[in-house]
């Protein structure tokens, strides 16, 4: 299995340029999120995913957008890059059948540098 | 605001030795807690998992405690090894926020020979 795929994994964008970052999971997961981690921090969820249909945001949602079109998909789009969305962004999967199996499977990340 | 934290940032650790590594939280409705691990340039990796009718839970070198009264987990790691090295972080999930994880800030972990 390939687990939590995302795509691209390094990435340059000048301020005001937009882009989506892609994330794909194989494990028939209903939960998705999404997760951006600034230098020497921990990781502060952006938008989270119960489902196909079913997006929701997170703590900090400001600059991003997400979709969830598919069980296996959920893309995070930035409109209008920003240097303060310069950071690392991890793409996540759990099965989230209830409130005890909510270990969450991780992709590699992406490292977005806003110039 | 909730928050789950930790209380020191880097830990220096010798090979051989055990590892302890602390983590607060502040929410009482907080029932279902996770280790991770992160290698450099890597994405976090789950490690071991506790839930709150649980005061400790073994794993393969590592334990984890908690203590519902202090609101304060903690993650033990045996006869630390140089593949120990990383940044380890704890997370809650709450039924009232069902399925999404809090992060705290992390503690690095640096093994020593």
């Known amino acids: 299995n390939a687990g939590v795929t995302q795509t691209p994994k390094f990435r340059i964008l000048k301020i005001g340029q937009s882009m989506t970052l892609q994330c794909a999971q194989d494990m028939n997961h209903n939960y998705m999120y999404w997760y951006r981690q600034d230098p020497g921090m921990g990781l502060k969820l952006i938008y989270y995913s119960v489902g196909a249909g079913i997006t929701d945001k997170g703590e900090v949602p400001n600059g991003y957008n997400v979709s969830r079109s598919t069980t296996e998909d959920f893309p995070l789009r930035l409109e209008l890059a920003a240097p303060s969305q310069t950071s690392v962004y991890f793409c996540?999967?759990?099965?989230?059948?209830?409130?005890?199996?909510?270990?969450?499977?991780f992709g590699q990340g992406t490292r977005l540098t806003v110039v | 605001g909730e928050s789950v934290g930790l209380h020191l940032p880097t830990l220096s650790v010798q090979e051989g030795d055990n590892s302890i590594i602390n983590c607060a939280y502040s929410n009482s409705a907080s029932d279902y807690f996770i280790w991770y691990k992160q290698e450099s340039g890597k994405g976090p990796q789950f490690i071991i998992d506790?839930?709150?009718?649980?005061d400790k839970r073994q794993g393969q070198r590592v334990t984890v405690l908690l203590n519902k009264t202090v609101k304060h987990l903690s993650l033990q790691i045996a006869a630390t090894q140089p593949g120990d090295s990383a940044v380890y972080f704890c997370?809650?999930?709450?039924?009232?926020?069902?399925?999404?994880?809090?992060f705290g800030a992390g503690t690095q972990v640096v093994v020593t020979p």
């Open positions: 997370a809650e999930s709450r039924t009232d926020s069902w399925g999404k994880l809090q």
């Open positions: 996540a999967s759990s099965q989230g059948q209830g409130a005890w199996n909510t270990e969450a499977f």
């Open positions: 506790i839930r709150s009718n649980m």
